[in-house]
């Protein structure tokens, strides 16, 4: 089987710094992200490639990754990794903030970062499959957030046309 430089940092990120207490790790765990953009460019990438896959099969069109997309989904996973919500009460606010005419959002909570694995379980489940081959959207914004209490959360967000190119995002 063949591992990823990214994969292996991620595994040796958790197996070493998880065992120190919590600001630490949080600190150890923020400078290792720092310094290996190109890991999480990929890891973002390859969930990107294996979603657009999917959508490709079903003769939608592919996804294009979305800035304040990406800035609500960052917001969004350390907000359910802090206080271990499992959803978003109501997207209207996102939704009318940013001029977007629709959104969905899948969450993922595990203990790993492996790319086809999220996508796998997202497409075994009815919502979470819907949201990814809704044939509206063609924007997404994923992140991820790691805490020791509850592990990686990611989050994935879809929108349709995105009317607000030139405004800053909004707050989740």
């Known amino acids: 089987m063949k591992i990823s430089?990214?994969?292996?940092?991620?595994?040796i990120v958790t197996s070493i710094f998880a065992r120190l207490p919590l600001h630490l790790f949080t600190l150890c765990l923020s400078l290792?992200?720092?310094?290996?953009?190109?890991?999480?460019?990929?890891?973002?990438s390859e969930v990107t490639?294996?979603?657009?896959?999917?959508?490709?099969?079903?003769g939608l069109g592919s996804l294009e990754p979305d800035v304040a997309l990406e800035y609500?989904?960052?917001k969004w996973a350390a907000t359910i990794?802090?206080?271990e919500m499992r959803h978003r009460r109501d997207l209207k606010e996102i939704l009318t903030n940013n001029?977007?005419?629709?959104?969905?959002?899948?969450?993922?909570r595990g203990t790993k970062l492996d790319p086809r694995e999220i996508v796998a379980l997202w497409m075994a489940s009815k919502p979470h499959r819907y949201n990814?081959?809704?044939?509206?959207?063609?924007?997404?914004?994923?992140?991820s957030f790691y805490s020791q209490k509850t592990g990686w959360t990611v989050v994935w967000m879809g929108s349709s046309v995105n009317n607000s190119a030139n405004q800053y995002p909004t707050t989740p």
Do not use: Y
């Not at 430089?5 to 595994?11: A, G, I, K, T, Y």
């Not at 001029?99 to 993922?108: D, Q, V």
């Open 132 to 143: 990814l081959l809704r044939p509206d959207i063609s924007l997404c914004g994923l992140a």
């Open 32 to 44: 290792v992200l720092l310094t290996s953009d190109k890991c999480l460019a990929d890891w973002k």
């Open 5 to 11: 430089v990214c994969s292996l940092l991620s595994r």
């Open 99 to 108: 001029g977007w005419a629709s959104l969905c959002e899948n969450l993922f």
């Open 81 to 83: 990794a802090n206080t």
């Open 49 to 58: 490639t294996l979603v657009n896959t999917h959508r490709q099969q079903q």
């Open 72 to 74: 609500h989904c960052e």
